[in-house]
């Protein structure tokens, strides 16, 4: 993930920024808010605003983003043809598994052939899993610092300089992060949703429970050149 544009100056004091000025909390929160409204914009989307959604990383902000790159790019409808050469291969690769190893033979339970929109519907709830914890660990830390910041010299004098109450901006602060993330990682899925030939390439575990299934339009691009049978690709 691309980095967010801010970080914790180097001071000992948590009151003053480098150059021993008092930090500047309102400036910072503008500062973030400007960055989200950047980032949505070169989406072509509108920014969050900054009503709570008790999700630490908001998941329709994740999938937004990532359709949004997925369109761009282009995402071809399954097609009967489709699931019917995918579930092919998937039998001739189970008559050897089963030879050759000892695993029981997994169970079907999902579309064995997916549109690339397909993959980010199917693998977001994966993704929310794994990444949610850094956005709720990132924003303790920020409002953590915040608290240090106003602890010595006092609350009701440091709100006064900031002119939001504390407990406001830190509020603020966790949906700005987690919008800021939800936005990075929508990134991230929609690039690698133009890439990945099946559910588990990326080698997390995105799926519940876990079922073979290929991206068929990523197949036949990635095969193009190999100069190898489709059918054996996809086996």
Same mark, same amino acid.
């Given at each position: 993930m691309a980095p967010f544009g801010f970080t914790p100056d180097n001071s000992d004091d948590p009151e003053k920024n480098n150059n021993g000025e008092p930090v500047d909390f309102a400036a910072m929160m503008e =500062?973030? =808010?400007a960055q989200i409204q950047q980032q949505f914009s070169a989406l072509g989307m509108s920014a969050p605003g900054f009503t709570q959604s008790g999700e630490a990383m908001p998941k329709n902000i994740v999938r937004e983003t990532a359709k949004k790159f997925v369109t761009a790019k282009g995402s071809a409808p399954i097609g009967a043809n489709d699931v019917a050469r995918i579930e092919e291969a998937f039998s001739i690769a189970e008559l050897w598994l089963n030879e050759a190893t000892f695993f029981p033979q997994s169970v079907a339970t999902g579309n064995p052939a997916m549109a690339r929109t397909d993959w980010v519907d199917t #693998? !977001? #709830?994966g993704w929310q899993i794994?990444? $949610?914890p850094i956005a709720i660990g990132l924003a303790a830390a920020i409002s953590d610092l915040l608290s240090e910041? #106003? &602890? $010595? *010299? &006092?609350?009701n004098e440091a709100e006064s300089a900031m002119q939001l109450p504390v407990g406001m901006i830190a509020t603020l !602060?966790? *949906?700005f992060i987690g919008s800021l993330i939800a936005t990075q990682l929508g990134q991230s899925i929609g690039g690698l949703a133009a890439n990945v030939t099946g559910t588990h390439d990326v080698g997390l575990p995105l799926v519940e429970p876990v079922y073979p299934s290929l991206v068929p339009q990523n197949i036949d691009e990635w095969g193009q050149d190999l100069n190898i049978p489709m059918e054996e690709i996809r086996i």
């Open positions: =500062q973030m =808010q #693998t !977001l #709830t794994c990444v $949610e910041a #106003t &602890g $010595e *010299s &006092g609350q !602060l966790r *949906s």
